[in-house]
């Protein structure tokens, strides 16, 4: 069972006003090792602190990342991926909206009931071996991650799990619900997994919307929206694309860091 966000989180952010260019990113999960190949796949330059870890990066054309949610749990190395998201973001040179991992995580650290499972257990755990000025900056980025993003005048909406047309820019617990988990429908495939309404084959809409949150083994247009998650963390690859040019790129997995029922690794 999925909960809906609380009103004080995961609001929409308007920033129509600005263009891009974008290089919109999948699932990351832990997987800082492919994020930094495919930030470098995509041109851009890493910075790193004293430590050499990565806490930066910025294109010189001047592009802007944009995250779809879903950067902890699962993979190796959630800090880091977080460190290397919370600066970019802090530079400008990137924007986030919130994934049903990264929120479960906030509550977890809030001190609330959750389930410890499906990765949350190893983000806590390498959580715990960094200082309490990081762990509380994190908790913070994460916390204040918006639901979706609209962007280039509307043109633009990027959704962790998707959005209507008719939730574009809204602030209700329903779009904010939708926008974290999709639309279950109640039933459950052979693996028991979740299965979802799938929204992208009824879109109508003029917007492109770009999402992750369910893997995929192929990036698919359906009816001008794009699921970027390839899912890195099983062993598949880490994707993005360029916004307005809607070319794709992918690198693939360093390894299969972890199973997952019903999904393949790719070739």
Known sequence: MTESPRTDHALPRDRRD???????IGDVHGCRGELETLL????YLIDRDE???AI???HPDGRTVVFVGDLVDRGPDTPGVLRLAMGMVAARTALCVTGNHDYKLVRALDGRNVR???GLERSLAQLADEDIEFRTAAHA??????????LDHGKLVVAHAGLPESLHGSASGRARSFALYGSPTGEYDE???PIRYDWAQDYRGTATVLYGHTPVTKLTWVNNTLCLDTGAVFGGSLSAVRYPELTTISVPAEQIWTERAGITPAS
Not at 141 to 150: A, T
């Open 141 to 150: 980025f994460l916390r204040e991650l918006p639901s979706h993003y609209l």
């Open 191 to 193: 693996y028991g997994l």
């Open 18 to 24: 600005l263009t891009g260019p974008f290089d919109v």
């Open 40 to 43: 470098g796949e995509l041109g």
């Open 51 to 53: 430590l050499r870890r």
């Open 56 to 58: 930066g990066a910025a």
């Open 116 to 118: 410890i499972a499906h």
